[in-house]
C-alpha cells in the first residue's frame, strides 16, 4: 500500500506542468552561461588565473572544469527557487484546492500521507539535483575537452579553495558532490515543506522557505554575525565545494551533513506535528 | 450507524457545533439541514476525522473516529460541495489515486463504478475537459470505489443545473435501493431533502433544533387556513381563549393541542366574526423549517425593553 501510494503522489508530482518549470529554467540557464563562458571575458579571467598561479590553461579550462563553473551560480540562486516552489506545493496546494480534503475522508493516515509526500519531495530534489550535473556536464562536454579540472571558489569566510585534479579524481568528485548537492536540495524542500503544513497559500510557504535562506545567506556576509556563521544553514550547504579542496575537508563535510539531516528531520516533525492538530476545512 | 453524543467543535472563542446528539440506523437516507454556518459541514468534518472534535464523542461503523480513524472510514464514502480532482490527470487516473488511500482496488472494480455512474468512454479524457455534471459523477465514482456502507454527503447538488439535481436525487435513491447504503445527506435544499429523507436532523448556530422523520417534522402544529371578516380580531379573541398557539401569513393559524376545527368555527361565529372559508392545511418542510428558525431566534433573542 505505502508503495503504492508513493506512485501516486509522484503521479500527481510528476503529472503538473510546473514541475518542469525547474529543469527548463536550468537547461537555459546552462545553455546561456556556456554562451557567455565561450564568448565573453569570463573565460579569460580563468585563464589568467591558471597561468597566474603557472598552470597551462589550456590543459584546464576542460568539460569538468566549465561544468562546476555553470554548477555553482545555479545551486546558489536557481535550486532554492525550484525546490522551494515545489515543496511550498506539496500539502498547501491541495488544501488550497480541496482535494486534499477528499483525501483525508479516506482511511489514511495523516502522518502517513505527509511521509509519503514529503518522500515524493526528496525523490524530485534528488531528481533535479542529478538531472543538472549531468545536463551541466553535457553541454560543457560538448564544447569543452575531457582533461583535468581546476576548481577556484572564494568562500564568504574568507577562505579560498584553489586546487587542481586529474579527469577520473574530478569526475569522482563531481559525483560525490551531487550526493551532497541532493541533500542540500532535500533541505531547502523540507523547510517549505514544513510551511506548507501550516494553514497558508503555497506562495506564502515559498517564500517564508526562501526568506529564512536568504537571512542565513545576509547573516554570513555580515561581520558583526562572524561568530555565528557556523550556525547558518547556508554555511553547511555549502559543504559540498570542499569535496574539491586538499585535502579534503572530512570533517566539515560530515558536520554539515548531519546538521543538514538533523534540519530535515526537524522541519518533518515540526510540519507534522502541526499538521497532525490541525483542523481541515474547505 | 453514526452516533454523536454531546459534539462539540469551538473555534477559537466561537462555538460552531455545541451539545450534539445524533444517531443515524443503518440502511437510512437521513437529512441534515440547516443554513449556511449552522455548523453541518463541521459536524462532517468531524465525522471524518478532518476537524477534531472539542467535545463528546463520534463512532462511524462502530468505530470512534478520533481514536481508530482508518477502521471507521474504511467503508466509507464522501462527496463534498464542489467536486474537485487533478484536473491535469484523466478520470481514471483520478479515481486510482484516490483507490491507493483506502486499498488496494483492482482495474475491474473501478471500472464496474465507471459505468455505474455513467462515465464509461469518457474514463480516459483530463478532469480539466470535464463538464459540472461530469465531475459529480466522478465524485460519486470515487466515493464508491471503497465499496462503502456509509455514504456522506456534503451538499451535492451544489452548482448543478435543476436537470443535475433532478439526477443526483435520482442517483441517491438508486444508491439506497439497490446497493442498500446509509446516506448522511447534508443540504439546504428543502424540496430535495423532503424528497430523499425519511429522518432529519435541523441544526442552527451550531446547536441541533430538530431532530425526527419527516412526517414528524410537518405534524409539529396542525395548520388551518381561516378567511374570516377580521382575521387579527379573531385572533386575539381566539389566543386569549387558548384555541390557537400561533398565526403564519395573516392567513394560517396552529390548532392548539385536541382543538378541532368545528370548535373553532362555534367560537368564532359566537363571537360574532364571519367565517368564510376554513381548511386544513399540510405543513409543507420549507413551512416548517421557517418556523424552526424564526422560533430559534426568538428564543435566542433577549425581550424589548419597555
Request: glycine share 6%.
Amino acid at each position: 500500500m505505502f508503495f503504492l501510494q508513493l506512485r501516486s503522489e509522484l503521479v500527481k508530482l510528476f503529472g503538473k506542468k510546473r514541475t518542469y518549470i525547474g529543469f527548463g529554467v536550468f537547461l537555459l540557464a546552462q545553455n546561456l552561461m556556456l554562451l557567455a563562458f565561450r564568448f565573453s571575458n569570463w573565460k579569460n579571467i580563468y585563464a589568467k588565473l591558471l597561468e597566474g598561479n603557472g598552470y597551462l590553461s589550456d590543459e584546464f579550462v576542460s568539460a569538468l572544469t566549465v561544468a562546476v563553473i555553470l554548477l555553482y551560480p545555479q545551486m546558489v540562486l536557481l535550486m532554492p527557487l525550484y525546490v522551494t516552489l515545489v515543496g511550498g506545493d506539496l500539502v498547501a496546494k491541495e488544501a488550497e484546492d480541496g482535494t486534499l480534503r477528499m483525501i483525508l475522508s479516506r482511511p489514511v493516515s495523516r502522518f502517513r500521507l505527509l511521509f509519503t509526500k514529503w518522500l515524493t519531495g526528496v525523490i524530485f530534489s534528488t531528481i533535479l539535483v542529478i538531472s543538472l550535473g549531468a545536463m551541466a556536464l553535457f553541454f560543457a562536454r560538448m564544447r569543452f575537452a575531457w582533461r583535468r579540472m581546476f576548481v577556484w571558489f572564494p568562500l564568504p569566510e574568507g577562505t579560498l579553495i584553489f586546487n587542481v585534479l586529474g579527469p577520473d579524481e574530478g569526475l569522482k568528485c563531481y559525483v560525490l558532490a551531487h550526493f551532497i548537492m541532493a541533500l542540500n536540495a532535500t533541505t531547502m524542500l523540507s523547510l517549505a515543506f514544513m510551511f506548507s503544513c501550516f494553514n497558508m497559500k503555497p506562495a506564502a510557504a515559498t517564500i517564508l522557505a526562501l526568506s529564512l535562506l536568504l537571512v542565513c545567506f545576509v547573516m554570513e556576509l555580515l561581520p558583526f554575525f562572524a561568530d555565528w556563521r557556523d550556525f547558518t544553514l547556508t554555511h553547511h550547504l555549502r559543504s559540498w565545494v570542499y569535496l574539491f579542496s586538499k585535502p579534503v575537508h572530512l570533517a566539515q563535510i560530515a558536520e554539515s551533513m548531519c546538521v543538514l539531516a538533523a534540519v530535515n528531520v526537524t522541519a518533518f516533525v515540526i510540519g507534522a506535528t502541526h499538521f497532525h492538530m490541525r483542523d481541515i476545512k474547505s | 450507524m453514526i452516533q454523536l453524543r454531546n459534539v462539540g467543535k469551538q473555534f477559537g472563542r466561537r462555538w460552531a457545533v455545541r451539545d450534539l446528539d445524533l444517531a443515524v440506523p443503518r440502511g437510512e437516507i437521513f437529512g441534515l439541514l440547516g443554513h449556511n454556518g449552522a455548523g453541518k459541514s463541521t459536524t462532517i468534518g468531524m465525522m471524518l476525522g478532518q476537524v477534531w472534535p472539542t467535545t463528546g464523542e463520534l463512532r462511524i461503523c462502530g468505530h470512534d473516529i478520533t481514536r481508530n480513524r482508518a477502521q471507521a472510514l474504511y467503508r466509507v464514502g464522501a462527496i463534498f460541495e464542489t467536486p474537485v480532482f487533478y484536473d491535469y490527470l484523466s478520470g481514471w487516473r483520478n479515481l486510482e489515486i484516490l483507490s491507493h488511500y483506502t486499498a488496494p482496488t483492482p482495474p475491474e472494480h473501478i471500472s464496474k463504478i465507471v459505468e455505474w455512474v455513467g462515465l464509461t468512454g469518457r474514463e480516459h479524457d483530463k478532469v480539466g475537459k470535464y463538464s459540472h455534471g461530469m465531475r459529480t459523477r466522478l465524485a460519486l465514482a470515487q466515493a464508491l470505489l471503497p465499496d462503502p456502507e456509509l455514504l456522506i454527503l456534503d451538499e451535492p447538488s451544489d452548482g448543478l443545473d435543476p436537470e443535475g439535481i433532478h439526477e443526483m436525487r435520482l442517483t441517491i435513491q438508486r444508491l439506497q435501493r439497490e446497493l442498500g447504503l446509509t446516506i448522511l445527506l447534508s443540504s439546504h435544499l428543502l424540496n430535495e431533502v423532503e424528497q430523499l429523507c425519511t429522518r432529519i436532523a435541523v441544526l442552527n448556530q451550531g446547536r441541533k433544533v430538530f431532530e425526527g422523520t419527516l412526517a414528524d417534522a410537518k405534524q409539529t402544529k396542525q395548520w388551518v387556513r381561516l378567511n374570516v371578516g377580521d382575521f387579527t380580531k379573531a385572533v386575539a379573541r381566539l389566543q386569549s381563549e387558548q384555541l390557537i398557539t400561533g398565526t403564519r401569513n395573516g392567513s394560517l393559524v396552529a390548532l392548539a393541542d385536541g382543538v378541532k376545527t368545528d370548535v373553532l368555527v362555534r367560537r368564532l361565529v359566537a363571537m360574532d366574526i364571519p367565517v368564510f372559508e376554513i381548511a386544513q392545511e399540510e405543513e409543507t418542510l420549507e413551512g416548517f423549517y421557517l418556523n424552526l428558525m424564526q422560533d430559534s431566534r426568538a428564543e435566542k433573542s433577549p425581550p424589548a425593553a419597555h
